[in-house]
């Protein structure tokens, strides 16, 4: 009995370098299991739309119909509609991206016009057969060099994510502190190089504030005197900053998510880089404006109390509405953290925009506690914005580019309560694009920190289809060139390695294309890449056989060929999956990209270049009698 490399078992014999029929059984079952599944990617994808629908409603054959008829009114001409599996879906098929385009314009204001809750999106059909889809066949995603879209690259302002936490942390000290009745010398600012600092003219009352203050336990307390008075230095515990960080990146990470898929972006990339940036990749898309202006706005919403007229001013901050100045609250009852669903719709009775807002449980209940005793009273929405902003100043006798953020504050709505407010509201008096963006902002989640755009790339829908030709040509000139090589050099053994590196090529596409994967230029380098390392493993094994002939017969140099360039083609290519495997976790984009296609390819070219290859090998020679063996 031989195992799966041909290597005779102790219990039984067979002659040297044969294969049971099981053993070619299972070689010709995984070759043709992935031919099956790399096939898909021989069908060139439709350009489509993709309609979805956000509350789980059927589409009808009205609508079906309806946007054949807007279609054709505005000279589109779909190449079909239909619907996907779920029912939940409609899918628009066009013969070129000049009509996609032009009808993803008309499906969004169809949609917008007719107050329908669906997300219309940019997609690649796939023209494979029905039987290839039944079974999960599909081609392989392209990436934003190939298939063209928008890239950006967004930093992180942790440093006023954390000012901002800090300054939250002083005013709730200040509050502790009056509560308890405790003296400190007033002060508006109480944040000093990112520590909270609380003067003081009695010791005793230092010693009380401590105690008072022992709820803080993320920070560092310190005495100090400063001014000639006594002083608290609380400062945030290292590991504390570290876990806010953490924080703060996740949910950027959650809302860009939210965000981006509200865009109607196919397959889109969010991906944390380094500690402090994140990339995003929409590909297909080609309104880069539209983009800025939804990724990197940070944005939230306060409802607040109308000031009344006995209130003291420290209570009240004053804002413009409408031509005159309204006095609000500075306590906010609640704010944009508390939406858990805000959709843009009419108003029935006077067209206008407007925004419907549900609240969670807590919000829900803190607004009716708020407005219940207040009827009559009036209640203001607070628009609070983080725009970044970029100064251009010479430093050292270099224009240096200085990035800060601008906070913006303004009233969108002030409005009499009528009753008592619970879970669900709405506000009125906003614009289309602004009621729009507000419902998507909201809806999506605030950021936990302002971000903003340090490097922005568009890749042209042409230039992605020039790359993909010039990828796949790459590809297809080394690889002829290395069948042309090794059939001229090792002849029969040559036409063995030839059809392992076919099968290798085969083998990587199929792995992509159930895996999901997204194939990138960088990844085309590490296919070509892969196919070399599967010819230089051939290579080892025919040379070793060469030099094994000048002692030994043809049949056991054969053997021993396989047997002992077997661990020097497993120590190479262990080695280099473990560095595939290492870019893979850190890298991000381009890196990730040509990690992936390492991976496949290594254990891929492993599995070709000693099973594949054997298997050729056994059944050309294996069990013969030789005299002599050209190779």
């Excluded at 000279?75 to 996609?100: A, T």
Aim: with cysteine.
């Amino acid at each position: 009995m031989a195992n799966l490399l041909g290597v005779p078992d102790k219990t039984s014999y067979t002659p040297p370098n044969t294969f049971r029929a099981w053993q070619y059984a299972v070689v010709v079952f995984v070759l043709a299991l992935g031919s099956i599944y790399a096939l898909p990617n021989l069908y060139q994808p439709d350009p489509a739309i993709q309609i979805r629908s956000q509350e789980d409603v059927p589409f009808g054959p009205d609508l079906r119909f309806e946007l054949r008829e807007e279609f054709v009114k505005n000279g589109v001409y779909p190449k079909s509609i239909e619907l996907v599996d779920s029912q939940f879906e409609l899918l628009v098929r066009f013969d070129n991206d000049q009509d996609q385009l032009r009808g993803q314009a008309l499906v969004d204001r169809y949609l917008s016009e007719n107050q329908l809750d669906y997300l219309a999106s940019l997609n690649r059909a796939s023209t494979a057969p029905a039987w290839l889809r039944d079974i999960g066949g599909k081609p392989m995603s392209l990436g934003l060099d190939l298939s063209g879209g928008v890239h950006f690259l967004l930093q992180v302002d942790m440093d006023q994510y954390l000012d901002g936490v800090i300054a939250d942390a002083a005013e709730a000290m200040r509050d502790t502190l009056i509560k308890e009745r405790i003296r400190f010398i007033p002060g508006r600012e109480w944040v000093e190089d990112g520590s909270i600092v609380i003067k003081f003219r009695d010791e005793s009352d230092k010693d009380s504030a401590v105690d008072a203050l022992d709820e803080f336990l993320d920070y560092d307390v310190f005495d100090r005197d400063v001014g000639g008075n006594s002083a608290l230095r609380y400062t945030l515990k290292t590991d504390r900053v570290a876990e806010l960080e953490d924080r703060a990146i996740s949910q950027n990470l959650t809302s860009l998510r939210n965000r981006v898929n509200e865009l109607g972006v196919s397959e889109p990339q969010v991906q944390k880089l380094g500690r402090t940036r994140i990339v995003v990749d929409l590909p297909g898309l080609q309104d880069s404006a539209k983009a800025k202006r939804i990724l990197n706005k940070f944005a939230n919403l306060d409802f607040r109390l109308a000031g009344l007229p006995n209130s003291r001013r420290s209570q009240i901050e004053t804002y413009p509405y409408e031509g005159r100045d309204v006095d609000i609250l500075r306590r906010s009852i609640v704010t944009g953290d508390n939406v858990q669903d805000a959709q843009q719709s009419y108003d029935p009775q006077t067209s206008q925009p407007q925004v419907n807002i549900q609240l969670d449980n807590d919000g829900g209940r803190k607004m009716n506690e708020a407005t219940g005793p207040n009827i009559g009273r009036s209640m203001a929405i607070l628009f609070i914005e983080q725009k970044p902003q970029i100064e251009k100043r010479i430093v050292e006798g270099e224009l240096t580019e200085i990035r800060t953020t601008v906070e913006e504050r303004r009233l969108i709505s002030v409005a009499t309560i009528q009753a008592a407010l619970g879970f669900n509201f709405r506000i009125t008096g906003l614009g289309i694009r602004e009621a729009q963006d507000l419902a998507l902002l909201l809806r999506a989640g605030a950021l936990a920190a302002p971000m903003y755009i340090v490097e922005e790339r568009t890749v042209g829908a042409q230039l992605g289809d020039e790359n993909v030709e010039r990828g796949f040509f790459s590809v297809a000139i080394g690889f002829l060139i290395v069948l042309i090589f090794m059939l001229f050099y090792y002849r029969l053994f040559g036409l063995a390695a030839n059809v392992a590196l076919t099968a290798n090529l085969v083998l990587i596409v199929a792995i992509m294309s159930v895996l999901g994967a997204t194939l990138t230029v960088p990844g085309i380098a590490g296919i070509v890449l892969t196919v070399g390392m599967a010819v230089d493993a051939n290579v080892l094994i025919f040379s070793r056989i060469r030099e094994e002939l000048k002692e030994k017969s043809p049949q056991q140099a054969i053997q021993s060929g396989f047997d002992r360039a077997l661990l020097t083609i497993t120590d190479a290519n262990v080695t280099t999956f473990f560095v595939a495997i290492i870019l893979l976790s850190i890298g991000s984009g381009p890196v990730r990209g040509f990690a992936v296609t390492l991976a496949v390819g290594i254990a891929c070219s492993m599995f070709t270049a000693i099973v594949v290859t054997r298997a050729q090998v056994n059944l050309f020679y294996g069990g013969k009698s030789l005299e002599s063996l050209r190779i």
